[in-house]
């Protein structure tokens, strides 16, 4: 899956999509897309992700107590 780094707009493929929808984790594993060569994978903040479009990434990927803060 293509994600975007929210700051600088570069585009990162996720290595690791169990840790992305995984809400108790904080981090995610993915690869830079940007230049020829494919880079090293690096783990990043969800925080710093957003979707290509430019949304941020559901909460309930982000929260893991996101029900119980509604009420």
């Given at each position: 899956m293509f994600l975007k780094?929210?700051?600088t707009g570069d585009l990162v493929d996720v290595v690791d999509m169990?840790?992305?929808t995984n809400p108790f984790k904080?981090?995610?594993t993915v690869q830079f897309q940007s230049g020829e060569d494919?880079?090293?994978?690096v783990s990043v903040d969800k925080?710093?992700?957003?979707?290509?479009?430019?949304?941020g990434l559901p909460e309930c990927w982000?929260?893991?107590y996101y029900r119980l803060q509604q009420r």
């Open positions: 780094e929210a700051k169990a840790s992305l904080r981090h995610v494919l880079a090293d994978p925080q710093q992700l957003a979707f290509p479009s430019g949304e982000m929260n893991g």
